[in-house]
């Protein structure tokens, strides 16, 4: 779906408010802090520009942001847990502006983390990157999920299979999917006014997922730790514009 000027105006808006949860959060992120407090931060965001959460109500989801740490992927749910030093911590939020969505995640250290956990974060961030640059005129979606892919595998990270990115736009998942890994077809050929939430889940050790009994809480099969990091694009004829960039 290609969006109009008006609409990518509005989503720029949109991409604007996460951006702002980002810092809000990233500033309260230290050890002794819990999970839910984070979420409090990124709530006073949402009330203070005056848009409305994608996350809290989706599927039941009890919260305007995902806080995974450590070996959980994604989906975390915001709570007593408290950050200790040395672990690490994934924030996914996302803000809904004249009914137009942004979607944007993070991960970062809690206070000193180690040279593994460090060049995990930096890769991941780094295979998003490459995946934004394939958001281009005239390429094939799934080049994307191919450059992500060649960034993670070739410092010895998995890509996660089982979860992808997505367009977005008058909803948070919208079709198709963006996967970040190479599924063997080329996928559609990108227009401008296009939007993808592009966001690489990269793990330690293998892709292998399991969910804990919370029916949210995604984890790492194997115990090793896990990032995520993720913005919304458009596609325009001057290239990719990333909405959610702090
Ligand atoms: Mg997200
Ligand atoms: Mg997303």
């Known amino acids: 779906m290609r969006r109009s000027a008006d609409e990518l105006a509005k989503m720029r808006r949109a991409g604007r408010v996460v951006a702002e949860m ?7 992120i230290r050890p002794g802090a819990t999970t839910r407090e984070l979420n409090e931060v990124a709530v006073a965001v949402l009330e203070r520009r005056g848009a409305r959460s994608n996350f809290l109500g989706y599927h039941g989801f009890p919260a305007v942001i995902c806080t995974s740490p450590n070996d959980m992927i994604v989906h975390g749910i915001p709570g007593e847990l ?8 994934s924030v996914d939020c996302g803000a809904i502006i004249e009914g137009y969505h942004g979607d944007a995640a993070y991960t970062t250290g809690v206070g000193e983390i180690d040279a593994a956990s460090r060049r995990l974060i930096e ?3 780094r295979s998003l990157w490459a995946g934004i640059d394939e958001l281009v005129v005239g ?12 960034v993670a595998e070739a410092a010895g990270y998995s890509v996660v ?5 997505h367009a977005i736009g008058t909803a948070m998942h919208e079709s198709p999917q963006v996967p970040n890994y190479w599924p063997g077809t080329p996928g559609p050929t990108l227009k401008s006014g296009m939007v993808f939430a592009v966001e690489p889940m990269v793990n330690l050790g293998g892709f292998e997922t399991y969910t804990l009994d919370d029916g949210w809480s995604v984890m790492t099969a194997d115990g090793s730790r896990s990032a995520h990091f993720e913005h919304t694009i458009a596609v325009t004829d001057d290239g990719p514009e990333v909405f959610t960039l702090e």
């Open 22 to 28: 980002h810092a809000a959060t990233r500033a309260a």
């Open 82 to 89: 408290v950050l200790e030093e040395g672990d690490i911590i």
């Open 123 to 125: 890769v991941t961030e």
């Open 139 to 150: 390429h094939r979606l799934h080049e994307v999920g191919r450059a992500v892919q060649r």
């Open 161 to 165: 299979r089982e979860y992808v990115g």
